[in-house]
């Protein structure tokens, strides 16, 4: 059935026909193209927020103090209960299922930052050296992290974020090894971080070891904040309770209190952005098929347009001897063909399209907050193609039959 | 079209030899296309039968009924029914496509009987840049491609000036006195003049079923 000769006899129609062939091949052309820009753009979205809203581990849970919102054994509401180094040890001792945990400081007051004769200002942090494992989003790219030996050492090291780093070294200059001096103190620069989000300007921050911190700047041993990861097969919610439970308790703020704490569970909100791309998915799909089903049925109707119009010529070839599987073939593998060549254009229009954009996006810079790398697995793009195949097939259908049933008696008939 | 049925032919007794070239004459109506296109096996009969070749055209597929038409049968038409997009050569080289005959060699044959009918010369061109004359000729070439059993002409020179009619009616005893069975569907008296048997239809039934005189041999 799939003989070259057929294949010419087809080609031979198709060129009879440009503009109908190209009128048919369009709609679909437009279907596969949109579908492939919807689904770039969704995913496009989808990077994009993600980047700015999915900083940390997924699994991470941030916690600061809040006041109280409740009276309780014998004080009141709107008490403010700070969090001390012991709590946090505390916490790490007795709850289960914490995999990494460090606690956040920042320095507090107007300092400046030198470098020799320079003087920047940055924001500086104190953190432990597993806080990096957990704010995923910042990657070294230069010199190393702050490691154990840092925090129990207490070493005057620190790593500084790219952007920071641009602004306090002249060019050519390697940041690490140079000093920083905080606040008449001497940090000597062991990395350079850059931070993988759109969203704020984290890449301007200066950490430094939270041991360190905490001996030099900050004698009251207070934490602003503190972050946990939760363990390998634990529920991120359920560890977010018993964290709770235990600084409640170890802190007399009452059990129901809920306003206590300021929490951020990044698994509960990993799992609402996901809930959300699942919806924008879908819709995305829903959309795009039916832009091609719209495609499909406009080639079937063009089709059957077709096989009216050539009415006569199927009747000369049953005549002189096509058989109905000839003709059923004949209309079927043409509408096959075309599909299949329409679609694999758009295909192609659309992934060049998205890397296009991508390009564009990289050489211009753009930072846009909510859009980034819009792209498509090859995977759906290849599943896109064989739906559209077998949706040729489907469209050829109805005309293969109608052909396959015209009387070459009455299509023979003199007008 | 609906599916209403309709009594063209209201019971035909017919033979034809092998070797004969017989004109069917009658007004439009009168059943005389339907007559063809059972011979053609492009239409059945309700009832009675109709032997081909000493075979039986009856409760037949439509595949078996291609094949036959295929193999068995060469049509010319009033409208010369040529493919548009196909030049002279291809179209001649139709029904042995559907013979499953390579193109290079169908294209080689179809060139040989375009000579036969004096256009070898067009081979390479598209019917619309034929006259009807010729158009019609390529049709003839066409029906004989194949080496049918019998050629079905319906009105062959309807859409002609008598100048080609004379041309392609000559062609057409030429095929005859080499063998060719040949049956001519015509409502023009001088046309079934030229056959040497000649049938009337009149209402689906045979009125008249003469041998022209002209032509009877002694």
């Known amino acids: 059935m799939f003989s070259l000769d057929q294949w010419q006899e087809i080609l031979q129609a198709i060129q009879a026909n440009k503009v109908r062939t190209f009128a048919t091949a369009f709609g679909v052309f437009w279907g596969i193209l949109m579908l492939i820009l919807l689904l770039g753009a969704g995913q496009g979205l989808q990077n994009g927020v993600k980047q700015t809203m999915l900083l940390d581990a997924i699994n991470s849970i941030w916690i600061i103090p809040a006041r109280t919102s409740m009276a309780y054994q014998g004080m009141p509401a709107g008490r403010e209960h700070p969090l001390i180094e012991e709590d946090i040890e505390s916490v790490g001792e007795n709850v289960a299922g914490i995999d990494l945990m460090s606690p956040e400081n920042e320095l507090a007051g107007e300092f400046d930052v030198k470098y020799r004769n320079r003087s920047t200002s940055f924001p500086v942090f104190g953190a432990d050296s597993e806080y990096f494992g957990i704010k995923v989003s910042q990657k070294i790219i230069n010199g190393r992290s702050i490691n154990r030996l840092d925090d129990v050492q207490r070493r005057k090291v620190c790593i500084i974020g790219e952007q920071a780093a641009g602004i306090i070294f002249e060019e050519g200059v390697d940041p690490v090894g140079e000093y920083l001096q905080i606040k008449g103190v001497n940090f000597r620069v062991v990395g350079v971080f850059s931070f993988e989000s759109s969203a704020m300007d984290q890449a301007q921050r200066i950490y430094i070891p939270f041991s360190t911190f905490q001996g030099i700047f900050n004698t009251d041993r207070d934490v602003t904040l503190f972050a946990v990861t939760t363990a390998e097969g634990r529920s991120g919610k359920q560890l977010e309770g018993d964290i709770l439970k235990f600084l409640k308790q170890r802190q007399s703020v009452h059990p129901d209190d809920n306003g206590a704490y300021w929490v951020h569970n990044q698994e509960e909100q990993h799992r609402n952005v996901n809930n959300l791309f699942l919806a924008i998915k879908i819709f995305i799909w829903l959309v795009g098929l039916g832009t091609l089903t719209a495609g499909i049925v406009g080639v079937s109707n063009i089709m059957i347009i077709i096989v009216k119009e050539r009415t006569r010529e199927i009747g000369v070839r049953k005549a002189l001897g096509a058989k109905p599987a000839s003709v059923v073939g004949m209309i079927l593998q043409e509408s096959v063909f075309i599909t299949t060549v329409a679609g694999y254009t758009g295909l192609v229009l659309g992934v060049l399209l998205l890397e296009g954009m991508n390009k564009a996006l990289d050489v211009l810079g753009a930072d846009l907050q909510f859009f980034n790398r819009p792209e498509i697995d090859l995977r759906v793009a290849l599943a896109a193609l064989a739906v559209l195949i077998v949706a040729g097939a489907l469209a050829g259908f109805v005309p293969a039959l109608k052909a396959a049933r015209v009387k070459p008696a009455e299509a023979l008939r003199n007008e | 079209m609906g599916n209403q049925s309709l009594h063209v032919l209201r019971g035909i007794d017919l033979g034809v030899e092998s ?8 007004a439009s109506g009168s059943g005389k296309s339907t007559l063809l296109n059972i011979i053609g096996v492009l239409d059945h009969q309700d009832e009675g039968s109709y032997t081909l070749d000493g075979r039986q055209i009856s409760m037949i597929s439509e595949t078996e009924a291609a094949e036959i038409r295929n193999r068995h ?14 030049n002279a050569a291809e179209n001649v080289a139709l029904p ?15 060139v040989k009987y375009l000579e036969m009918v004096g256009l070898a010369d067009r081979a390479e061109h598209v019917p619309s840049e034929m006259s009807g004359g010729e158009r019609q000729r390529v049709a003839i070439a066409r029906a004989l491609i194949a080496e049918p059993s019998i050629i079905l002409a319906d009105e062959p020179t309807g859409a002609l000036d008598s100048h080609t009619s004379s041309e392609v009616m000559q062609i057409l005893k030429n095929l005859n006195d080499d063998g060719k069975t040949i049956l001519i569907v015509t409502h023009e008296a001088d046309i079934a003049a030229q056959t040497k048997r000649i049938i009337y239809m009149r209402d689906g039934r045979i009125v008249e079923d003469k041998a022209d005189p002209a032509h009877v041999q002694p």
């Open chain 2, 19 to 26: 070797g004969e070239l017989v004109s069917i004459m009658g």
């Open chain 2, 96 to 110: 042995l496509y559907y013979q499953g005959v390579r193109r290079r060699k169908r294209n080689a044959i179809a």
């Open chain 2, 73 to 86: 049968i060469g049509f010319i038409f009033q409208s010369f029914n040529l493919l548009g997009f196909k």
